[in-house]
């Protein structure tokens, strides 16, 4: 997928199981809502092959439209419409459309339902714009970036209703730029950047699985010199070691007991005093930290 | 198992959601300020304000042959409804949803491209049907008594609606949103004051043979045979029929949705 010359998406490849929770997760400008666009029949990719529900976005839009729910990004309303008679309105075009009462009180639209759309607040128009497309009872919803702007209770109630759709076999998948979102949610995590698939797999694959770990080191005094290389050797090839600052060391590896008795004989050789050592799960930031070698968020 | 969110797609029947759409649009064209200004406001206001001040002036055209004013100035008023609905009122709306994303949003749904035009069509008739009943009000308040001309009516209602929603929507789909709104306001007070809609072509002496060749003449004309003479204007709905033919080529080779 490219615009003039930027390459926006570039051999991207990624498929999503029925009835899973797929996070697209990437930077701002990633190329996550390209993605999303064109699983949704927006745009044709200049090379490749898109297959939603086994169909063809471009070719069978009209067979395959009904059996999603799009939640685009900002807007999607005209500027003097109600937000619940908005949201009837996409439930009149469908067959079976979702009681929208219980919609709305679900999603917190109860208390705007009768504002114009323009002047809703970012966080509402989000919600407005999440109950649109489910309200259709779609087999797979793509919702773009759906929590951002909202407060944290929203975030919740949002998640909240993003498993249970998932609990009643609907198929999600959602952007975000909020590694917790996808950390919370996702059954699948897409990692993208500059287009690009970078890494693919379970929130817990990504990190390593169960046991992969982090053990934060800080120790009294300085090190001496050569102390990650001496401390790698000490761990084994299974590790990795990087120095934070000068009394301090990250471990990425097995977070077990055999370790931890071997950092701690370390210390002892080495004649320095742990302060602190702490373990913590790889999390999905430090995996795009790795990947990327750039913060996603600022 | 089902549980509240088990998928049950599928879009609704096709006449539904034209219904749905069109009742849609109708009332949001209804209930804004501009709008409704538009649509009704000025309307009223021109026939009151000619009717009135053409009897101040003791003026008495020819073509009335003796008939009050308000013969001529309540079709010629209609006319202009309908000018300012299907080609001023549409583009302006439909430039803003673009603007707005509603075409893209409307675009994810289930309803095709050919049912939202169809609903679209159907909202400019209901609101017309409004303007009919308010302005024929008003006229018959002021004395107008109109010839039978349902059947030359009728043909220049659905002509010229399709000849300037065609028209409205190759401004909205060529232009940005603000662009559109200048220009659909600026067409639609040129052709008011020298379209030959509310007056007859007859009275802009020599320009009036180029007037009656442009939309709003035709479509002016063809209400004011139905209406003044019961007749039906054949050569006025066939311009009108250009026009439609014209613009709609013109829409389908340069309109977007998006």
Same mark, same amino acid.
């Given at each position: 997928?490219?615009?003039?010359?930027?390459?926006? +998406?570039?051999?991207?490849?990624?498929?999503?199981?029925?009835?899973?929770?797929?996070? +697209?997760?990437?930077?701002?400008?990633?190329?996550?809502?390209?993605?999303?666009?064109?699983?949704?029949?927006?745009?044709?990719?200049?090379?490749?092959?898109?297959?939603?529900?086994?169909?063809?976005?471009?070719?069978?839009?009209?067979?395959?439209?009904?059996?999603?729910?799009?939640?685009?990004?900002?807007?999607?309303?005209?500027?003097?419409?109600?937000?619940?008679?908005?949201?009837?309105?996409?439930?009149?075009?469908?067959?079976?459309?979702?009681?929208?009462?219980?919609?709305?009180?679900?999603?917190?639209?109860?208390?705007?339902?009768?504002?114009?759309?323009?002047?809703?607040?970012?966080?509402?128009?989000?919600?407005?714009?999440?109950?649109?497309?489910?309200?259709?009872?779609?087999?797979?919803?793509?919702?773009?970036?759906?929590?951002?702007?909202?407060?944290?209770?929203?975030?919740?109630?949002?998640?909240?209703?993003?498993?249970?759709?998932?609990?009643?076999?609907?198929?999600?998948?959602? @952007?975000?730029?909020?590694?917790?979102?996808?950390?919370?949610?996702?059954?699948?995590?897409?990692?993208?950047?500059?287009?690009?698939?970078?890494?693919?797999?379970?929130?817990?694959?990504?990190? $390593?699985?169960?046991?992969?770990?982090?053990?934060? #080191? +800080?120790?009294?005094?300085?090190?001496?010199?050569?102390?990650?290389?001496?401390? $790698?050797?000490?761990?084994?090839?299974?590790?990795?070691?990087? !120095?934070?600052?000068?009394?301090?060391?990250?471990?990425?590896?097995?977070?077990?007991?055999?370790?931890?008795?071997?950092?701690?004989? *370390?210390?002892?050789? !080495?004649?320095?005093?742990?302060?602190?050592? @702490?373990?913590?799960?790889?999390?999905?930031?430090?995996?795009?930290?790795?990947?990327?070698?750039?913060?996603?968020?600022? | 198992?089902?549980?509240?969110? @088990?998928?049950?797609?599928?879009?609704? &029947?096709?006449?539904?959601?034209?219904?749905?759409?069109?009742?849609?649009?109708?009332?949001?064209?209804?209930?804004?300020?501009?709008?409704?200004?538009?649509?009704?406001?000025?309307?009223?206001?021109?026939?009151?304000?000619?009717?009135?001040?053409? !009897?101040?002036?003791?003026?008495?055209?020819?073509?009335?042959?003796?008939?009050?004013?308000?013969?001529?100035?309540?079709?010629?008023?209609?006319?202009?409804?309908?000018?300012?609905?299907?080609?001023?009122?549409?583009?302006?709306?439909?430039?803003?949803?673009?603007?707005?994303?509603?075409?893209?949003?409307?675009?994810?749904?289930?309803?095709?491209?050919?049912?939202?035009?169809?609903?679209?069509?159907?909202?400019?008739?209901?609101?017309?049907?409004?303007?009919?009943?308010?302005?024929?009000?008003?006229? !018959? #308040?002021?004395? *107008?008594?109109?010839?039978?001309?349902?059947?030359?009516?009728?043909?220049?209602?659905?002509?010229?609606?399709?000849?300037?929603?065609?028209?409205?929507?190759?401004?909205?789909?060529?232009? $940005?949103?603000?662009?559109?709104?200048?220009?659909?306001?600026?067409?639609?007070?040129?052709?008011?004051?020298?379209?030959?809609?509310?007056?007859?072509?007859?009275?802009?002496? %020599?320009?009036?043979?180029?007037?009656? *060749?442009?939309?709003?003449? &035709?479509?002016?004309?063809?209400?004011?045979?139905?209406?003044?003479?019961?007749?039906?204007?054949?050569?006025?709905? %066939? +311009?009108?029929?250009?026009?439609?033919?014209?613009?709609?080529?013109? @829409?389908?080779?340069?309109?977007?949705?998006?």
């Amino acid at each position: 997928m490219s615009y003039g010359d930027k390459t926006a +998406v570039d051999g991207l490849s990624l498929a999503v199981d029925r009835g899973s929770i797929t996070a +697209v997760l990437g930077p701002n400008g990633a190329g996550k809502t390209t993605t999303l666009e064109t699983c949704e029949g927006y745009r044709r990719p200049h090379s490749g092959r898109v297959r939603v529900l086994g169909l063809d976005p471009i070719a069978d839009r009209r067979r395959l439209l009904p059996r999603i729910g799009v939640m685009l990004q900002g807007q999607g309303a005209w500027s003097g419409v109600r937000a619940m008679e908005m949201l009837r309105h996409i439930a009149r075009l469908h067959a079976h459309p979702l009681d929208v009462d219980m919609l709305s009180d679900r999603l917190g639209l109860d208390e705007c339902g009768r504002t114009p759309y323009r002047r809703l607040s970012g966080g509402q128009q989000q919600r407005l714009g999440l109950a649109m497309a489910l309200v259709g009872r779609p087999e797979i919803v793509f919702v773009d970036e759906p929590t951002a702007g909202m407060d944290p209770a929203a975030r919740r109630t949002t998640w909240e209703l993003l498993r249970e759709m998932r609990a009643d076999g609907v198929t999600v998948v959602l @952007t975000t730029h909020y590694l917790e979102e996808a950390e919370q949610l996702a059954d699948r995590v897409h990692i993208i950047d500059h287009g690009r698939l970078i890494a693919s797999g379970s929130p817990l694959e990504l990190t $390593r699985g169960g046991t992969a770990a982090t053990i934060r #080191l +800080v120790v009294t005094r300085p090190f001496p010199p050569g102390a990650p290389d001496s401390l $790698r050797i000490a761990l084994g090839d299974a590790t990795e070691v990087t !120095q934070l600052d000068e009394r301090s060391l990250l471990v990425i590896g097995p977070a077990d007991s055999t370790t931890l008795a071997r950092v701690s004989h *370390w210390c002892e050789e !080495q004649g320095v005093l742990p302060e602190s050592l @702490t373990l913590g799960r790889r999390s999905l930031e430090d995996v795009f930290l790795e990947l990327t070698g750039r913060e996603l968020q600022p | 198992m089902t549980g509240t969110f @088990t998928p049950m797609p599928g879009g609704a &029947a096709l006449h539904r959601q034209v219904l749905a759409q069109a009742s849609m649009e109708a009332r949001l064209m209804l209930r804004n300020g501009e709008q409704l200004l538009l649509a009704v406001v000025i309307p009223v206001i021109v026939l009151v304000g000619a009717v009135k001040g053409g !009897q101040h002036l003791d003026l008495s055209p020819s073509v009335l042959d003796g008939r009050p004013l308000v013969d001529l100035f309540t079709p010629g008023v209609l006319a202009l409804a309908i000018m300012s609905t299907s080609f001023t009122s549409l583009a302006i709306a439909t430039g803003f949803e673009r603007r707005y994303g509603v075409i893209k949003r409307l675009g994810a749904s289930p309803l095709p491209r050919l049912g939202l035009l169809a609903g679209k069509v159907l909202a400019l008739v209901l609101v017309e049907l409004v303007q009919l009943f308010v302005i024929g009000g008003v006229g !018959q #308040l002021l004395g *107008w008594t109109p010839e039978p001309g349902a059947v030359g009516f009728l043909l220049a209602v659905v002509l010229g609606t399709a000849a300037f929603a065609a028209l409205g929507l190759l401004v909205a789909g060529t232009l $940005r949103a603000e662009a559109t709104l200048a220009a659909a306001n600026l067409i639609y007070l040129l052709l008011l004051a020298g379209g030959a809609v509310v007056l007859p072509a007859s009275a802009y002496g %020599g320009f009036g043979s180029f007037a009656e *060749w442009l939309p709003s003449g &035709a479509l002016g004309e063809a209400v004011r045979t139905a209406f003044l003479d019961g007749a039906v204007a054949w050569r006025d709905l %066939g +311009v009108l029929l250009g026009w439609a033919v014209l613009g709609s080529a013109l @829409t389908a080779r340069t309109f977007t949705w998006e």
